[in-house]
């Protein structure tokens, strides 16, 4: 299976900027999601998005935030003015065919300053 | 809701010693159960999963049994080496469409030579 690919690794952005992260190639497949982990804590979930479309969201993925596959390749999530507290590894991650385990990226790495 | 709840870190070990890591779970249905290794400055690496009662998943030496009459998972080694060194997350995947993981809070392991 093709593996999960984020970018950029590593974002520092000032406090208010919106920020976009990408998750690329995820043609073929239907379940996408977002997790993030705050260091040295559990990673927690963030939504899942299936056929196009959000199916579920957790209460940390408030109106800052927001979920597109803009174009069929990758699939976006984008923080609308971040704050100190969303500094944070964002995963991307994907269901197998078999809708039995998730595949992880590697992460972004994002630093609000 | 669904919820993990994992032996406290950090564990140290010296090397060729046994791990035990504890992982105990509620959920709702049948989930499927899995752990998760995250070495440093890595990403998520699936390391084994059950996907039904008394299942074992094993991978790298490492091994798991779904216990449904206790509700855990636990994870075993019995001879640890240096590069097992890592973050390592219980989580399990709930019955209902989104099949969004759950994690527990990670266990911090370190294999001392």
């Known amino acids: 299976e093709p593996e999960v690919t984020q970018t950029p690794s590593h974002q520092v952005t000032q406090m208010g900027q919106e920020v976009i992260l990408r998750c690329v190639p995820i043609?073929?497949?239907?379940?996408f999601y977002w997790y993030r982990q705050i260091l040295g804590q559990k990673v927690e979930f963030l939504v899942s998005?299936?056929?196009?479309?959000?199916?579920?969201k957790s209460e940390i993925f408030d109106d800052q935030f927001s979920v597109e596959r803009p174009d069929g390749s990758n699939f976006t999530l984008k923080i609308r003015s971040t704050k100190l507290e969303d500094s944070a590894m964002y995963f991307c991650?994907?269901?197998?065919?078999?809708?039995?385990?998730?595949?992880f990226g590697q992460g972004t790495r994002l630093t609000v300053v | 809701g669904n919820s993990v709840t994992q032996m406290e870190g950090p564990v140290t070990l010296s090397e060729e010693a046994f791990l035990t890591i504890n992982c105990t779970y509620t959920?709702?249905?049948?989930?499927?159960l899995f752990w998760y290794v995250q070495y440093p400055g890595e990403g998520l690496q699936l390391l084994l999963k059950?996907?039904?009662?008394?299942d074992k998943g094993s991978n790298k030496g490492f091994e798991a049994t779904y216990r449904k009459e206790t509700t855990s998972f636990h994870l075993e080694k019995g001879s640890v080496q240096v590069s097992d060194s890592a973050v390592y997350f219980c989580?399990?995947?709930?019955?209902?469409?989104?099949?969004?993981?759950?994690f527990g809070s990670g266990t911090q392991l370190t294999v001392l030579p």
């Open positions: 998005f299936y056929n196009n479309e959000i199916s579920e």
């Open positions: 959920a709702t249905g049948y989930p499927s």
């Open positions: 059950a996907t039904k009662a008394d």
């Open positions: 043609s073929n497949h239907l379940y």
């Open positions: 989580a399990l995947s709930g019955s209902g469409s989104a099949r969004q993981l759950t």
């Open positions: 991650a994907r269901l197998d065919r078999a809708a039995t385990e998730a595949f």
